[in-house]
C-alpha cells in the first residue's frame, strides 16, 4: 500500500483506510476538521486548546505546519468577553 492512511476515533477504535490523506480530506468538512500539517486532520470540537505552535486533545500533543496554523485560526471558534461593569449607575 502506497498510502498509510490512520483513522482514529474516540475511545480509541482506529481504521486503515486504503485511501490518502488528501483524498479522505475531502469528505470531512472544513468547518469542521483542520488539516494541521500534511500528515494530521483533527476534529475541531476535539481540541482542548491550541497556541502559536500546537493543538491538544486530551495528552496528546500535535504540531503545525505554517499552513495548518492559518486554517486553524480561520476555522476556530474564538470567543471575546466583554466584561461588564458591576458599578451603579447614578
Known sequence: MKHHTLIVLEGGASYTPHI????LAI????TEFVRINR???LSMSKIDTF???RAIIGKQIFS???LGK???LK???IAVHKV???RKKK
Do not use: G, H, V
Open 51 to 53: 497556541n502559536a505552535e
Open 70 to 72: 492559518k486554517q486553524l
Open 75 to 77: 476555522n476556530a471558534p
Open 84 to 86: 461588564l461593569s458591576t
Open 39 to 41: 500528515d494530521i486532520i
Open 20 to 23: 490518502s490523506l488528501s483524498r
Open 27 to 30: 469528505f470531512f468538512p472544513e
Open 64 to 66: 503545525f505546519s505554517d
